[in-house]
């Protein structure tokens, strides 16, 4: 340390001498200006600057030391400018790395800076309509309730015109149907970075047109033919839209019955086609054939050999209703090339098989899974197996996350391989309980744009969001990419949610049904589960509780396909909404034990 002191002050009085000299020999001259570097003093504390592509972007730096000076802005060595000020406009998004820098005479001086291209964000307006189009009764009201991203501007305004004529500059707008005709809505949004506008075309009738017909299996099976055994009951009822269902008339290849109620039950007593017709207020009709099969249960049936699997091998239909793990490429393990329902299936046969989650997504999202051999009625034993991922709370050993999926059995009675047959609900613990909607129907919209809610209403005239949670998952689109309608409908059972928040710690709670649903920490949780993680957590189904519409039991001896769809409607704030999963499906008889 002395000695760098020492060396130091004789530096110093080298200095001062040389100063003096060249001091005397010009006396009247500053001498030595242009051997000091320039200086760069940027307009930005951070040196970061943020600009919306198609802007132009603006860097006014100040300087020192720099009279004479050359400059020089370079991005990965490319010159863009040779001014003081950078003026620059970049097209595309993306973060661009910037060296300016300065020479004079005394030498030169470089700063490095960042500019931040940015998507600009104008206003996407998105409807729950389906199409541009859509038809009111005479008397009622219709409330229109967008949903608008980057909305959260400032300036950010909008503005509803009926006919031309400016009617409102709320959020939502309530069209009264008052006087039949046709009308154009027009909603425009705008903020700074632009505007966005959608046109509805309303039509007003004096009444809406009936809507009667047959469901089908599955949202992607179109036929609407049942098919039976002699002496099995088919349940027969109808979807009705805009009816006042008062009186109903049916008829069998013609003859009429003496059924006067929504609900057929037809038994055929022999193998045939039989045309089952329905009228109803003498307004509407639909026919749905019945086909009543030339063989028996136990032709039908096939038996399990010792290559069987004990798993599922098979995924017949994955169509889940929107949700956060839809489409997700990272946690949700997609790859974005699940563009067609034959890709979705691959995809979900292949997590199965490695026993990964595969999500449903919202109410009515569901699954349909097929074994290679029919699986048998056990006496007193659980009959298969669904695997979940519910865990109860560590603290309190309950609640926790239930997400119930709902299940349905269908045995291959055309015998066809496919799940084109009956449906048989499967009996849990809300059976006919009057909060259990046995008909329950929600229609999901398409966002028009990226990083949306997905809309829904359904069909009590409720309506409400699945919300877009950019915090956890950010793939543009929750909604199915292999669905190809803008809107599509699901339809089953739906159970009153168990969902609560508690008001102390803000943690969300979706507590477990009793019994008789998957993904539920019910009475028929198998053992070998960890109630904790959720790991390896499975419920035990018995055929024996499958039943027809009406409840009523239906004495199956065998099944060949399950369908799981989740079965309530819900959400939990931040966590999102709740959303079956699924990770296998088991024989039990022929699982090891």
Known sequence: MKFKQFFSFLSIVSAL????????????????????????????????????????????????????????WTVDGTEIADTPMLRYTWTTPGDRYIR??????????????????????????????????????????????????????????????????????????TFSATATGNFILRIRAQNSDGTDTKEIRITVVNSLPYVLSFPTPSYFEPSTTRYTFAGRPVHLTPVMENLTAQSFAWT??????????????????????????????????????????????????????ASSSPRSNKVFEWVPAPGQFIGETQTGGMTGNETTLALANV????????????????????????????????????????????????????????????????????????????????????????????????TYFRPSGPGMNVQWTDNYGASGHIDYLNAFHRQPYYYPAWIEADSYTLRGTCLANRTSQDSSTGFWDNSAFPWGYSDNMGSDNMTGADAISGSGQRNGFLIENAMFSDGSHVNLQYIDFIKVQTGVNSKAGWLGEVSTEVFNFQDLSLMPQ
């Open 100 to 173: 300016l820098t300065v020479t004079a005479a005394g030498g030169s001086a470089s700063e490095e800076l960042k500019a931040e291209v940015i998507q600009p964000a104008p206003p996407v307006i998105s409807l729950p309509v389906s199409g541009d189009a859509i038809t009111i009764a005479l008397g009622t009201d219709f409330v229109f309730n967008p949903e608008i991203s980057n909305s959260e501007f400032e300036d950010f305004s909008i503005e509803w015109t009926l006919d031309g004529q400016k009617v409102s500059d709320e959020r939502s707008y």
């Open 347 to 442: 995809w979900a046969e292949t997590r199965l098989a490695n026993q990964h989650y595969v999500s449903l997504g919202g109410f009515g999202g569901y699954i349909i899974v097929g074994f290679d051999h029919s699986i048998s009625k056990r006496d007193g034993q659980y009959d298969f197996a669904v695997m979940g991922n519910a865990f109860l709370n560590a603290s309190s050993g309950s609640g926790g996350s239930n997400e119930p999926g709902i299940i349905y059995v269908m045995q291959d009675i055309n015998g066809n391989g496919l799940p084109d047959d009956e449906w048989y609900e499967l009996r849990g613990s809300e059976t006919g309980n009057a909060t259990t909607r046995q008909d329950y129907a929600v």
């Open 17 to 72: 001498v040389a100063g003096a000299m060249l001091s005397s020999c010009n006396k009247d001259d500053v001498i030595g200006g242009d051997d000091i570097k320039p200086k760069i003093i940027l307009d930005s504390e951070t040196g970061i600057y943020t600009v919306k592509a198609g802007e132009e972007l603006v860097v006014e730096p100040t300087y020192e030391n720099a009279s004479g000076a050359d400059y020089s």
């Open 252 to 305: 069998v290849n013609g003859s009429a019955t003496d059924c006067d109620k929504p609900t057929f039950i037809f038994t055929p007593d022999s193998p045939g086609n039989y045309i089952i017709n329905l009228t109803v207020d003498s307004k509407a009709s639909a026919s749905v054939k019945v086909i009543c099969v030339d063989a028996t249960e136990s032709q039908r049936y096939r038996a399990a050999t």
